[in-house]
T-cell receptor, first 110, second 115 residues
Framework: RKEVEQDPGPFNVPEGATVAFNCTYS??????FFWYRQDCRKEPKLLMS???SGNEDGRFTAQLNRASQYISLLIRDSKLSDSATYLC???????????FGQGTELSVKP | EAQVTQNPRYLITVTGKKLTVTCSQN?????MSWYRQDPGLGLRQIYY???????DKGDVPEGYKVSRKEKRNFPLILESPSPNQTSLYFC??????????????FGQGTRLTVV
């Protein structure tokens, strides 16, 4: 079983749609959680960190459920520019090691 | 501008010909690492370094070497490349290994093809 699992998609949605991505992790020693965005095989860039209380950044909302070892990302009012691959990332322990999910591809259509 | 710089961006080489991919960061970060990205497998860590002269294996270290003689540089060395090392490679840095909540900054990637 992979340490971080995501539905690879692709998710094809119209502009303005709301889309949700899910991610599960298997290592209970995981300390911190992130969503990164990767455009067309370019370098990943941090979209947002994920906190237990849930957090929001504009149209993006991230949630963490430690008991279920589950992370989610909700994108509201999708834009064409949101088309990308979204990577669920987990930091294992305090050693700085990041474990990446394989990514979920999103395509927003006009 | 804070950045991680990798070179070269693209490289086609032949089996067995030693190569080095350079990585340099200007943020005074302690923690640096190398990843490879393959379709369906996501990013996998090759090697990492927690500080100067401190390196350790990641999940897929076979066929690779690294060194950390200076804080800013973390080159990836393929002594005898093979076709199964054809991949997209990323260098990344973070402020320090204990900063579990800190952002990782990535280089622009090196697309390597070994024929």
């Amino acid at each position: 079983r992979k340490e971080v699992e995501q539905d690879p998609g692709p998710f094809n949605v119209p502009e303005g749609a709301t889309v949700a991505f899910n991610c599960t992790y298997s290592n209970s020693a995981s300390q911190s959680f992130f969503w990164y965005r990767q455009d067309c095989r370019k370098e990943p860039k941090l979209l947002m960190s994920v906190y237990s209380s849930g957090n929001e950044d504009g149209r993006f909302t991230a949630q963490l459920n430690r008991a279920s070892q589950y992370i989610s990302l909700l994108i509201r009012d999708s834009k064409l520019s949101d088309s990308a691959t979204y990577l669920c990332v987990v930091n294992i322990g305090w050693g700085g090691k990041l474990i990446f999910g394989q990514g979920t591809e999103l395509s927003v259509k006009p | 501008e804070a950045q991680v710089t990798q070179n070269p961006r693209y490289l086609i080489t032949v089996t067995g010909k030693k190569l080095t991919v350079t990585c340099s960061q200007n943020m005074n970060h302690e923690y640096m690492s190398w990843y490879r990205q393959d379709p369906g497998l996501g990013l996998r860590q090759i090697y990492y370094s927690m500080n100067v002269e401190v390196t350790d294996k990641g999940d897929v270290p076979e066929g690779y070497k690294v060194s950390r003689k200076e804080k800013r540089n973390f080159p990836l060395i393929l002594e005898s490349p093979s076709p199964n090392q054809t991949s997209l490679y990323f260098c990344a840095s973070r402020p320090d290994r204990t900063g579990a909540d800190t952002e990782a900054f990535f280089g622009q990637g090196t697309r390597l093809t070994v024929v």
